[in-house]
Structures are given as C-alpha cells and as structure tokens.
C-alpha cells in the first residue's frame, strides 16, 4: 500500500491522494447501500407482479438477483475503509478526542465491529442465496439480508458524520 | 365437450398451487462448501469478539511512524497511536480458516455439538468471570478466589461440555443454523458495550 501511495504522491499531494481514495469509497458505498436496500425491500415485502408503481416494481425484482453485486461490492467498500482507516486514527480521530467528540469516536469503534462482521457474514450470505433457493433456509437469508443492511447503514450514516468532522468537503 | 374438459382440467392444473416439496436429502443436506461458508461466519464473528476483548492483535501497525510489531505493543513515545484492529482480523481470519477447514472433515454430528460447545463456553467463561468478580466484591468474607480466570474457566469448560453432550441430537442440529445470528447478536452487544466509556463520559 505504501508503495502505491508514494507512487501516486510523485503526480498528486498526500491531502489530493486521500480525499480522493474516500471519495471513492464512498461512491462505492452509495452504490452498496442502493442494492442491499433493494434487496431489503424484495426480501421483506416481496410483491408476486412487476406491473404498478416504482415501489411494487422493486419488490417484485428477484431477491436473488442483488446478491452477487453486494458482495463484489461490500468487500472492496470494506478494504478501501481499511485503507483510509490509517488516516482516520491519526488526522480525524486525534483531534475529535482533542475536541471532545465522545460519541462520534463511539459510534466510529462501533462501525468497525459491525462491517467485519458483515464482512465474516458474506460467504454464508453467497451460500445461501445460491440457486435453488430452498424453501427451508428462507428465514436464514432473510435474516443474512437484514443484518448486511443494518451493518451497510450504520457504517454510512457513521462514516458520514465522521466525514462531516475531518473529511471531503468539511 | 371432451376438448373443452381437456382445457378445464389443464387451467385447474396450471391454476393449482405447486405442492410443498418435502425437504430431501439434496434440499436438507448443507454442502461442504456450506459447511465451510457457515463455520466460517460463525467462528470468526466468535474468534474477533474474543480477541478484541484479550486485545489479541497478531500484530500492530503504528500509522504515524509505518512501523509493525508483531502481537501487540504499547503505544511509545514519539511513535503516535497504535492500530490493532488490522490485527484482529488477521488473527480472527487466520483462525476461522482453520477452523471452517477442520469443520468439512468433521462428522455433522460432531460438527453440531461441538459447534454448541464452543459458543457455549464463550458465553459462559466472561459471565462466570464476571460473576465471580461481583460476588468478590460483595461478600464480607475472603473470596478472592472467585476473581480467578481459571476457576471461571474451569466451570465454563465443565458447563459447556455437559450441555454439549445431553443436548439432544435434534436440537444441536435445529440450532446449528441460528449461530449465524446469535453469534454476531451477542458479539455485537458485547462490543458496544465495551465501548460504553466513550457514550458515559
């Protein structure tokens, strides 16, 4: 990673470089809390007929359909936090504690917790959503697909807030 | 008439509801894949909860500085803060692959009690602890032995195992699946709650 980082720093400054790697995780994160919430709805209130409005339309798409997606989403989302994570502790979390930001640090630990167990969720996720989806593991994948939501949510609301503080913009 | 019988009987048909397949052996049995994918969810959501409560990192990386110790080292002077969750999940991911890999191997009956066993006893060893330091610091008497990590885990290893073995074999398998969400449920609220100083101050 380092190498990659010096590499870039002979075209662009450090504060460029790392603005613009979260600026990416967060477009991928977008595109990630668009699908798992699709998915969510299809899953949660599926309709048997595409035809009427937007909303019916969405939950009468194939559940199934997300699944590959949000996993080739969710984990390179996942590596590029870890990447700008680095700079996080030392530029963001630093003078929030300085400052007193108690709670966004929280909510911040908090995040990391639940993206990796989102991320430990994943292969059982892909497994169980695989055709044939069987009747006896519905509750499993519709458990599977609240949690992953929850976790996606979380981290974007967090990782928005934490965004405000120190981050593209602020 | 006996075309139009025909076409009744064929609409019945189509109009009909699918009868519920009865689950088989293809649709009941979980591929070793599965068993991977599952075991792995399981035990590294199990594996991260602990290490990051023992602050077991299998390194620590000091951003400030670019520098990495192997397990884990104190923040130092002029080295600025430390970073152990890159470690955690080495470690956590390190063990979920063993772990998942072993579980393929193993005789579903044996995966399933062993499964309950192990979950079992990461409940049960921070509670008795926890419980064990309550009552030393209520009691009037000397109870400092209630304060071991051994005791505690002693009883946990004992509890976990005797659940373990007269569970019936139908219950271990019924809740076999649920794991995937007891699991980070609990690991979760563990968690935040250790996170508590942060909320409280």
């Given at each position: 990673m380092e190498a990659i980082s010096d590499f870039v720093f002979d075209y662009i400054s450090v504060r460029t470089f790392w603005r613009a790697l979260l600026f990416v995780h967060f477009i991928l994160a977008v595109s990630l809390l668009g699908l798992v919430t699709l998915q969510t709805v299809a899953v949660l209130m599926p309709a048997r007929q595409a035809a009427g409005n937007f909303i019916t339309?969405?939950?009468?798409?194939?559940?199934?359909?997300?699944?590959?997606?949000?996993?080739?989403?969710?984990?390179?989302?996942?590596?590029?936090?870890?990447?700008?994570?680095?700079?996080?502790?030392?530029?963001?979390?630093?003078?929030?504690?300085?400052?007193?930001?108690?709670?966004?640090?929280?909510?911040?630990?908090?995040?990391?917790?639940?993206?990796?167990?989102?991320?430990?969720?994943?292969?059982?996720?892909?497994?169980?959503?695989?055709?044939?989806?069987?009747?006896?593991?519905?509750a499993i994948r519709k458990w599977l697909v609240v949690f992953l939501a929850i976790s996606v949510w979380y981290a974007f609301l967090v990782g928005h807030v934490a965004n405000d503080f120190r981050g593209v913009g602020a | 008439m006996t075309q139009t019988l025909d076409v009744h009987q064929g609409v019945s048909q189509l109009n009909r509801a699918p009868p519920m397949a009865a689950p088989t052996a293809a649709t009941a049995e979980i591929s070793r894949a599965g068993i991977f994918a599952i075991t792995f969810g399981i035990s590294f959501m199990l594996l991260y909860t602990v290490f990051e409560r023992l602050n077991w990192p299998f390194f620590t990386y000091h951003p400030a500085v670019g520098k990495l110790d192997f397990w884990m080292q104190r923040p130092r002077s002029g080295e600025g803060p430390p970073m152990y969750w890159y470690g955690w999940l080495v470690l956590s991911g390190m063990g979920a692959l063993g772990v998942s890999t072993i579980a393929t191997l193993l005789p579903r009956p044996w995966l399933y009690r062993t499964t309950v066993f192990c979950c079992l006893l990461a409940a049960l060893w921070p509670a008795l602890l926890a419980a064990g330091v309550f009552i030393a610091d209520q009691v009037s008497f000397e109870a400092e032995f209630l304060r071991s990590v051994w005791l505690s885990g002693f009883l946990a290893v004992a509890g976990a195992a005797a659940i373990s073995y007269l569970a019936s074999a139908q219950w271990v398998q019924r809740v076999w699946l649920s794991w995937l969400w007891i699991v980070p449920m609990g690991g979760l609220i563990v968690l935040g709650y250790s996170l508590k100083s942060y909320f409280l101050r």
């Open positions: 339309r969405v939950r009468a798409t194939p559940a199934a359909s997300y699944v590959t997606p949000i996993v080739f989403l969710y984990v390179p989302t996942f590596l590029l936090g870890a990447w700008v994570y680095l700079k996080y502790r030392t530029y963001v979390r630093i003078p929030m504690e300085q400052f007193g930001h108690w709670w966004t640090v929280g909510t911040f630990e908090f995040k990391e917790h639940i993206v990796t167990m989102g991320v430990a969720l994943l292969p059982a996720y892909w497994y169980f959503w695989r055709q044939p989806l069987t009747e006896e593991y519905a | -």
